[in-house]
């Protein structure tokens, strides 16, 4: 099978893309009820309560940097409630492996594309041993101010992958992280945006043991990306 290995598939648009994302601020919040998957352990009030989480300016160099630590643990990791992931959406943009980029939804890979997949392998920095680039998927999005927004991922091969991981996702400087369960065929993060973008949207591969011990990247192959605009919250 013919692969490609990518550096970046839109090196046109970053180029475009580079003056507006270094000067760009963002906000990104938990939609209405998002971390209640079990409702009865959730304090209702916290919850109503939790500020918005505003991001700083960034660009592309800035989250390639960014390396595979253990302090991923001090993350803050996000669940979203069924109500939330089953909202209706207004549009949406996808790519695949067929179709690698779409207007309004650009992607830097730093792995490899086949027929099938984009894999997100570890990539070794070479500064110093076992240390990993965090980040080596980055979306290029351009969301509306005001508007909420679901990213989905959907996963190769779900039953190969180990339990109780995670992904970890970063929009501008602050990162969260997203939980894996075995068998799970998809990964989804919800978001709101309130800054013009353009924005970055970065994606690491699949980690291990990020609590009881030294967080292991593991491969993430993804059949497909969708992020959608969602109709309002009722």
Same mark, same amino acid.
């Given at each position: 099978?013919?692969?490609?290995?990518?550096?970046?598939?839109?090196?046109?648009? #970053?180029?475009?893309?580079?003056?507006?994302?270094?000067?760009?601020?963002? $906000?990104?919040?938990?939609?209405?009820? %998002?971390?209640?998957?079990?409702?009865?352990?959730?304090?209702?009030?916290?919850?109503?309560? @939790?500020?918005?989480?505003?991001?700083?300016?960034?660009?592309?160099?800035?989250?390639?940097?960014?390396?595979?630590?253990?302090?991923?643990?001090?993350?803050?990791?996000?669940?979203?409630?069924? &109500?939330?992931?089953?909202?209706?959406?207004?549009?949406?943009?996808?790519? $695949?492996?067929?179709?690698?980029? $779409?207007?309004?939804?650009?992607?830097? #890979?730093?792995?490899?594309?086949?027929?099938? &997949?984009? %894999?997100?392998?570890?990539?070794?920095?070479?500064?110093?041993?076992? @240390?990993?680039?965090?980040?080596?998927?980055?979306?290029?999005?351009?969301?509306?101010?005001?508007?909420?927004?679901?990213?989905?991922?959907?996963?190769?091969?779900?039953?190969?992958?180990?339990?109780?991981?995670?992904?970890?996702?970063?929009?501008? #400087?602050?990162?969260?992280?997203?939980?894996?369960?075995?068998?799970?065929?998809?990964?989804?993060?919800?978001?709101?945006?309130? $800054?013009?973008?353009?924005?970055? #949207?970065?994606?690491?591969?699949?980690?291990? @043991?990020? @609590?009881?011990?030294?967080?292991?990247?593991?491969?993430?192959?993804?059949?497909?990306?969708?992020?959608?605009?969602?109709?309002?919250?009722?």
């Amino acid at each position: 099978m013919k692969k490609i290995t990518i550096l970046s598939i839109a090196i046109a648009v #970053l180029i475009s893309y580079s003056t507006s994302i270094t000067h760009a601020q963002s $906000t990104i919040s938990n939609l209405p009820k %998002s971390n209640q998957l079990n409702s009865k352990s959730v304090n209702a009030a916290a919850l109503a309560n @939790q500020p918005k989480v505003t991001l700083g300016k960034t660009d592309l160099k800035t989250v390639e940097n960014k390396k595979l630590t253990n302090d991923l643990s001090k993350l803050t990791q996000l669940q979203f409630s069924p &109500a939330e992931l089953e909202r209706n959406r207004v549009k949406s943009w996808e790519i $695949t492996p067929a179709r690698p980029f $779409t207007p309004g939804l650009d992607l830097t #890979l730093h792995g490899v594309i086949d027929k099938k &997949a984009f %894999s997100l392998r570890p990539v070794y920095s070479g500064q110093a041993q076992g @240390q990993y680039q965090l980040f080596n998927m980055f979306l290029m999005i351009n969301p509306v101010v005001g508007k909420d927004y679901k990213l989905t991922l959907e996963i190769e091969k779900p039953e190969q992958l180990p339990g109780n991981s995670e992904v970890i996702v970063d929009l501008g #400087l602050q990162s969260w992280r997203l939980p894996y369960n075995k068998n799970q065929k998809t990964i989804t993060l919800l978001f709101s945006n309130t $800054t013009p973008g353009p924005h970055i #949207l970065s994606i690491s591969p699949l980690i291990s @043991q990020l @609590q009881t011990g030294k967080p292991t990247p593991t491969t993430l192959s993804l059949t497909k990306v969708t992020l959608e605009e969602l109709a309002p919250a009722q």
